[in-house]
């Protein structure tokens, strides 16, 4: 089983490539997937390749699905039937993740965050007005991991890996990174 994360035109970087880091250094299987094509450009004009196209991904069951944040990353993940789907499929018997404006956007109006506590960048609220969102930095709650913003991404990656290997997996890659929290 692997992990699946979600790359669409506006991505945030940092917020995609910080927890698969992390993850694959954690000795996760990670596999992003691009949402309309291979390669993929972020907010800030960066070109990513992923590793596969979206539409061409076999049906599997995936341990977790991610969705990194950004504008109008967020915006085009939350208008993909296929990503829609894999979410709601995931959030059943795996692990769900989501950064900055990802948890309002895209994970808020599937349902996935309704009776969950949950963060998303501040003013991104309002994509999900039913939704009461803290403001702390990263939230678990259940099979649903959020997080506020590019400046946690190493702690959501970090939780995540935590979630899915163990508290042992996650502090060897958080030393080997020198990373403090």
């Not at 917020?15 to 000795?27: F, I, N, Q, S, Y």
């Not at 993909?80 to 018997?93: D, F, G, P, R």
């Not at 599937?110 to 039913?130: F, I, R, V």
């Amino acid at each position: 089983m692997s992990v699946i994360v979600f790359l669409a035109d506006g991505f945030e970087e940092a917020e995609a490539v910080c927890p698969v880091d992390v993850l694959r250094r954690g000795g996760v299987e990670v596999i992003t997937a691009g949402v309309g094509g291979e390669i993929i450009k972020s907010s800030h004009g960066l070109s990513v390749k992923a590793d596969c196209v979206l539409d061409e991904l076999p049906a599997a069951d995936y341990e977790a699905a991610f969705c990194p944040g950004g504008m109008p990353g967020s915006v085009n993940l939350s208008q993909s039937w296929k990503v829609n789907e894999i979410l709601v499929k995931t959030a059943q018997t795996g692990i769900v993740a989501a950064i900055c404006a990802a948890p309002a956007v895209v994970l808020a109006p599937l349902g996935l965050l309704a009776g969950k506590n949950a963060t998303c960048y501040p003013g991104c609220e309002s994509y999900a007005p039913d939704q009461v969102f803290s403001s702390d930095g990263v939230v678990a709650d259940g099979n649903i991991i959020t997080a506020r913003s590019a400046g946690w991404a190493f702690d959501l990656g970090l939780r995540l890996l935590a979630m899915l290997r163990g508290d042992d997996a996650a502090e060897k890659v958080r030393a080997s990174i020198l990373y403090k929290m």
